[in-house]
């Protein structure tokens, strides 16, 4: 297919990638957004970028297990805003119902032909980019503070493995010598060497942009408030500064990309799961890679000048004010695990929460928008935005140009809920 213009809604780590992708591939690419690039999820994320070791997502019987104890324990990894719960209940039992085994095992198969190639992508995408410095290639640890919780989550790595997925589990001394910083508040690890993560998620994500926009892509700061359709296909978007017109368009405008969908008439059981995230500058530490913390529900990734971590799963109203307390309790249950911040006082620190876009089954949607022509969805990639950014570009292109991407994309349709 020859150049074509297209018009990308949504300046995050997702809609840079697949503008920068499709502008690559030689197509006239402008990318949208109320804000700067990465301003959103994409600022305050973990920076893991995984591959097949999150297959298994987060909806299944261990989980239903835990969350009447979790709804009671305002210090939980998951909470629910109970004065909100009335316009998440559609949300809610549509994800109870993704609680059983079966359904989580169908996820995670479907999944696994999404984030079989998260980090080539990225290889690829980045490649002679001032942007690939950004970039470490060491792979992750998953952190259990007992071994009761370490075997509780055998059956959810065995089964990442059974989907292709590499990993050696380590023994407190094994997992000393590879990151002497962890303290012995951690009994066992799983290493997932396939893993990168990123030393700075909003500086990854606006090189990336800055690569489109000197390959002769445009950027442009606007808000959508309505999508004008004529003849089945979207023609303009209406923005606060002006109409644009538009030949093709993706949607990736994150945790508002159901509204811009509803605009379109298309109705997307999307939701706002909302993570936060402490950062401490100033701190020097001996941590060379991510961490992942499943007992605590965040990770830990060292940074150019200190440390972040984040997490928490808080269900809301997209407009709620966060709630802090949530990030200082990430501090609270994470200090114990480096011994750069065991002991010794409570450090200078910054806070902020992100809205991360969720559908019931953790699934994305990477779409033709239904019932439209030259539409696409490309959204709702929860806590994976960053690991799947890359690869999701690379599937939009396929869509965009006519090819079959390689794998069944019937899981990740727009109107499957």
Known sequence: MSGC???VVGAGIVGACIGLSLQKAGHDVVLVDRDEPGSGCSFGNSGAILSLSASTQLPGPRLLAQIPKMLLDRDAPLVVRW???PGLTRWFLAFLMECRQVRQEETARAMATLLADTTGAYDRLLDGSPADALIRRNGALGLSRTEAWFEGDRWRRDFNVSLGNR???LNREKLHRLEPSITSSVARAAYYPDAYSTLDPVGLTRQIADD????GGRLVRAEVTDVRIENGRPAALLTNQGEMKVDRLVVAAGAYSHRVAARMGIRVLLNTERGYHVDIDDLP???????LHGEHALAINPRENGLRMAGNVEFSSLEAAPDYRRAQILWRKGREV?????TGDMPEMNFWMGRRPTL???RPVIDRAPGLENCWFAFGHQHLGMSLAAR???VVLDLLEGRDPGFDLRPFRADRF
Do not use: I, W
């Not at 489109?212 to 390959?215: E, P, S, W």
């Open 5 to 7: 213009q297209v018009t």
């Open 83 to 85: 004065r909100h719960l």
């Open 167 to 169: 990993m050696q589990e």
């Open 212 to 215: 489109m926009v000197a390959g």
């Open 285 to 291: 530490n001996g941590l060379s890679r991510v961490l």
């Open 338 to 342: 480096l011994r750069e911040t065991a």
């Open 360 to 362: 019931p089954d953790y």
């Open 392 to 394: 999701t570009g690379e």
